[in-house]
């Protein structure tokens, strides 16, 4: 294995390096260690040429909860002259707890630390999660020079609100189910893997509507949760802890409560097993599954399964969550890099042209990667090197 690719990735981390990713001339790499405003610390790995080219551009990127430090980008973007800094937030591997908000704090650190080393400018570098991340901290704090996504998803609540499985019947109960609402019921069209499935339109439209439903009752119980929680704390502050401690403790314990949320069966996309809704040349199947999605609907796989209260808020509910690209993109003005692969089967091709529709930048560039996976393999030194050719015809 190369040494700059690290040892064989683990499962499950479709953004590591592969052998064939090794870039054609040498790279250099540095241990980043920043601390945010917040004072919280984030880690991350610095790659920049390693033959004593000096860089002037610096690309920052970054995923909620994934490690973006070994990403396939930064050894490929350092190679064409570039540094790189990927890292990973506070919230690394750690859905639970994970609040945008604070993610971006991360971010807006990463940049400030690239330009205190001499970046006359900063791109921001946004592949799939971190796509809807990068956007909500170029419209929270206007760092970014440029914005370049890559099989960027809506927002991770907007994807949460298609793959939520909307046939749950009790939140308390993991096999209940609603049989009408069940895309993996026979009666609805679905068929044992690896047969395709077809599942009728107007089923299907009910369907979404359905997945929506679920989001808004889960938001309700967070939100219900929260407020709780305030009202304790309003209360607490009304009671002298000297000549009331009981009191006190009562309602301090409660407004510092946390409520923790299991969220059963978050991997139940219609179109991973009927081709024919949003075609494209996705095979059938998530990244997330192995490979049946009724395999890690139902058991270890999906997303978002424990979250507190406050996380579900800010980072998947399609309702509440302040990272969709429909709300950002209209503040990402910056020259503006669009890649989206075919055969993602998580990204649909009119989502990724929802975001370029939704773009204001003046100079705005899409590309499709015909056939290329939501972590291009197979295609990732030629859509980097797209990358570098767009980076160098507008940044130093």
Known sequence: MPHSLGEARPFGLGYWPLPEDEPDRPVAREPVRIVTEDRALVRGMLWTPADGRPWKTAIVLSHPRGDFSVHYACPLLAAAGYAVLGFATRYINNDTDCLHERCVVDVAAAVSEMRRRGAEAVVLFGNSGGGSLMALTQKERGCG?????????????????????????????????????????????????????????????????????????????AKHSIEEARAS???????????????????????????????????????????????????????????DPLDANYGLGGLARVMTARGWLSTWSALSSGAKLADTMASVTVPTLIQHPTADTEIRVHQALAIRDASPAEDLTYQELKGAPHYLEGHRPEAMRDVAEWLGARFP
């Open 145 to 221: 020079d440029g914005f370049v996504a890559v099989a960027a998803h809506p927002g991770e609540g907007v994807f949460m609100g298609q793959v939520i499985d909307p046939s749950v019947a009790d939140e308390d109960d993991p096999r209940a189910v609603v049989p009408e609402l069940d895309m993996y019921d026979p009666d609805n069209g679905w068929r044992p893997w690896p047969e395709p499935c077809t599942y009728d339109r107007a089923w299907l439209a009910r369907y979404r509507e359905a997945q929506l439903e679920r989001i808004a009752r889960l938001d309700a119980v």
């Open 233 to 291: 704390f309003r209360r607490a502050r009304e009671i002298d802890p000297e000549k009331d401690p009981r009191a006190w403790r009562i309602e301090r314990s409660r407004g510092v409560h946390t409520k923790y949320m299991t969220i059963y069966r978050t991997l139940a996309d219609p179109a991973y097993l009927d081709l024919s809704i949003d075609p494209d040349d996705r095979p059938m199947g998530s990244l997330f599954a192995f490979p």
